[in-house]
């Protein structure tokens, strides 16, 4: 006598792109609601429309909303910490911070809603971000360690590093976090993307002059 063979119980490609779909959109819709309105503002009904669901569908996927913000929080500090992390083996400032300043700009504006999320949490008072806050240290002071180790061996001037390291996020977030503004003084429509370009090289030559290094 031979035994059935078990059900076969890993999904189908195809409900696997389907479920793969509808977590995206419930990504997407998070952080449009979440960039908003804030943790407290933003609500499950209104995430669960924006993805084009019922409210107990999302619930399906989600146990919460707080469970997705604290996901996107968590998807913008790592992609900060590790992306954006400053490479010991290159021994060229210039090329360093360039390349730094360019990522760190297109970071912002290719995810201007986790950046707004980032920055509402912080004017909140950043209670959600304790748990964060040591790694984000961890890879701020990499990059503070290899910054006092050019002007050792005298290849910058001397500079505060952790001051120089915040003014470029400051200068490289704005154009995310003040988008409304921004393309009010740069005369843009709301629709028009923004010609990062310029703006990636007016930033890094300020930052190379800073630290006594010729822009390009």
């Known amino acids: 006598m031979t035994t059935a063979a078990p059900p076969d119980l890993t999904p189908s490609p ?23 309105h804030g943790l407290r503002g933003a609500s499950t009904q209104s995430i669960a429309e924006r993805a084009g669901l019922t409210k107990p569908q999302l619930h399906y996927y989600i146990h919460g909303k707080d469970e997705l913000y604290e996901e996107l929080l968590e998807s913008v500090l790592e992609g900060w910490s590790y992306a954006f992390a400053f490479d010991e083996n290159v021994v060229d400032p210039k090329r360093v911070l360039s390349d730094y ?8 504006l290719d995810n201007p809603g986790l950046s707004r999320i980032f920055t509402g949490e912080l004017l909140a008072g950043g209670a959600h971000l304790d748990k964060y806050w040591p790694r984000a240290l961890a890879s701020t002071d990499q990059k503070v360690r290899l910054i006092e180790g050019w002007m050792q061996r005298g290849l910058i001037q001397q500079v505060d590093a952790r001051l120089l390291l915040m003014q470029i996020w400051a200068m490289t977030q704005h154009y ?12 843009l429509p709301a629709n028009a993307p923004i010609d990062r370009a310029p703006i990636a090289r007016q930033i890094t030559n300020s930052v190379l002059l800073l630290c006594g290094l010729a822009p390009d």
């Open 14 to 36: 195809r409900k696997r792109l389907g479920r793969d779909r509808i977590l995206a959109a419930i990504r997407e819709a998070a952080i449009e609601e979440f960039s908003l």
């Open 101 to 108: 300043v360019r990522k760190k700009l297109d970071y912002a």
């Open 176 to 187: 995310a976090d003040y988008n409304v503004q921004a393309r009010v003084m740069l005369h």
